[in-house]
């Protein structure tokens, strides 16, 4: 889920209040708050505490609050994980820790210390090698698969024989996300089970519609629903996310402001090439009408 920012760059804690709303009355079954898309690093621990604690009154049980609580300090990634959890949240987003470049041994540490420290609480490993630097091994998430509260990985390392692999040494209740909207639909088909996506602010029925066609044995239907939307997955990272998708939301009436520096809003260039992706959904009925 993005983050809202008002003109003046603070977090505009209405609009995401109205935007954790709408996405899970469109297509999503859970709420990552603070990861990735969220611009997680520019955020203060007071501006996610407080988002995590709006988006869980916005939706009000009827979906799974994830707190992307993970740090590349054992110690840091901890506290905010525990508070995660006495706001009565339903799980945790533990990224690969970044810059320190651990080495497996560390990974496995660092999860697992995490994991002791809030036995009560779900938690999803999060490997994106792409912005970490550092791949979390197969070996590896297999030991921590092992630990109770360990119970599912968003895969982005982008190898789909990794995700095969992860499925092969890994129990049956153990979850696999994509990290791509791109790749929801291979993932599935090598045991993967959803997709923590980022195109689902646009497209969420349309992805929900994709997984439960490959589910209920409609394999034909779920790459016809992939095909028609890979354009959208596509062109949402010609830059870094969120920065696409912040352009995306703007013209379909989302007031959800620019990203926070270091990032930055995209070239006129850019900017034409997401807004015809989104014409083109739009001519073949795909986008409902803005909000």
Not at 1 to 18: I, L, Q
Not at 188 to 213: F, K
Not at 258 to 270: A, G, I, K
Request: glycine share 8%; aromatic share 6%; hydrophobic share 40%.
């Amino acid at each position: 889920m993005v983050t809202p920012f008002s003109e003046d760059g603070s977090v505009d804690y209405a609009v995401a209040e109205h935007l954790a709303d709408y996405l899970v009355s469109h297509g999503s079954d859970g709420l990552v708050v603070c990861g990735t898309t969220g611009e997680s690093p520019t955020l203060s621990w007071q501006e996610e505490y407080q988002l995590y604690k709006t988006v869980r009154e916005a939706v009000a049980g009827r979906a799974k609050v994830i707190a992307g609580t993970g740090s590349n300090s054992t110690s840091e990634a901890i506290e905010a994980t525990r508070h995660a959890g006495e706001l009565g949240l339903d799980g945790s987003l533990q990224v690969v820790p970044y810059y320190n470049k651990p080495a497996q041994e560390g990974l496995y540490l660092h999860f697992s210390q995490i994991a002791a420290a809030v036995p009560d609480l779900p938690i999803m490993l999060y490997n994106v090698p792409g912005r970490t630097s550092c791949n979390l091994a197969v070996e590896t998430i297999a030991r921590l698969a092992e630990i109770s509260n360990i119970v599912a990985i968003k895969e982005a390392s982008g190898s789909l024989d990794q995700a095969s692999q992860i499925r092969c040494h890994t129990p049956a209740d153990f979850g696999i996300y994509s990290g791509d909207d791109s790749l929801t639909l291979p993932v599935l088909a090598v045991g993967g089970c959803g997709v923590v996506s980022v195109a689902s602010h646009l497209v969420g029925p349309q992805i929900q519609a994709m997984v439960q066609a490959y589910e209920a044995g409609k394999p034909r239907l779920a790459t016809k629903i992939h095909l028609q939307l890979l354009p959208l997955f596509k062109v949402l990272f010609v830059t870094s996310n969120p920065v696409p998708l912040k352009v995306a939301l703007a013209k379909r009436g989302w007031s959800v402001g620019n990203v926070r520096s270091p990032l930055c809003m995209p070239d006129e260039t850019m900017c034409a090439a997401i807004l015809d992706v989104l014409q083109q959904l739009s001519d073949q009925g795909v986008l409902a009408p803005t909000v």
